[in-house]
């Protein structure tokens, strides 16, 4: 079982659309939960992190972690074209395990 | 302030040949972390370093290393490049060497083995 899998899409929403991406991991030991945007050929870049469960939001994302089902979710509201970019979900414990990452693109 | 810089933004190699990928990171952090990126999947960490010192290895083969100069500024080395190293190598440096330092990515290498 891979320690962190996500869904890697392709996802495709209209402009102002909800937007749910997920993943899931496998070693209880994760403190800290980040999720990365990745644009093409770009570098990914930090968008947010939460430690422990919760939700943490900061403007039109909303980030959530259930640790005891080992679920982290990103929620996009009112999503724009360009919010279009690969997620990645990074559990942390000192060193990255990325997921796949879910390619999303948000249709004007 | 200059992000992470990473040279050169590509390379084609042929296999049995040996790479070298440099990156400089964001002025006062003082780690550089190493990870591959096969397309279509998240980035593999390879290696980080802190202080000019290993702090972390990755699941990779021994035909990889790495090494941070006195100005923080890291190498990436492959030996023996096989067809299966062909990737996005990308760097990142952060503050500290642990916990919940943010990292910032330079835009990487993308390496081509023939």
């Known amino acids: 079982q891979k320690e962190v899998e996500q869904d890697p899409g392709p996802l495709s929403v209209p402009e102002g659309a909800i937007v749910s991406l997920n993943c899931t991991y496998s070693n209880s030991a994760f403190q800290y939960f980040m999720w990365y945007r990745q644009y093409s050929r770009k570098g990914p870049e930090l968008l947010m992190y939460?430690?422990?469960?919760g939700n943490k939001e900061d403007g039109r994302f909303t980030a959530q972690v259930d640790k005891s089902s080992k679920y982290i979710s990103l929620f996009i509201r009112d999503s724009q074209p360009s919010d279009s970019a690969t997620y990645l979900c990074a559990p942390d414990n000192n060193d990255m395990r990325f997921g796949a990452g879910t390619r999303l693109t948000v249709k004007p | 302030d200059a992000g992470v810089t990473q040279s050169p933004t590509h390379l084609i190699k042929t296999r049995g040949q040996h790479v070298t990928l440099r990156c400089s990171p964001i002025s006062g952090h003082k780690s550089v972390s190493w990870y591959q990126q096969v397309l279509g999947q998240g980035p593999q960490f390879i290696f980080q370093y802190y202080e000019k010192e290993e702090r972390g290895r990755g699941n990779f083969p021994d035909r990889f290393s790495a090494r941070q100069f006195p100005n923080y500024s890291s190498e990436l080395n492959v030996n023996a490049l096989l067809l299966g190293d062909s990737a996005l190598y990308l760097c990142?440096?952060?503050?500290?060497?642990?916990?919940?330092?943010?990292?910032?990515f330079g835009p990487g290498t993308r390496l081509t083995v023939t």
């Open positions: 939460t430690y422990s469960s």
């Open positions: 990142a440096s952060s503050l500290l060497g642990t916990g919940i330092s943010e990292q910032y």
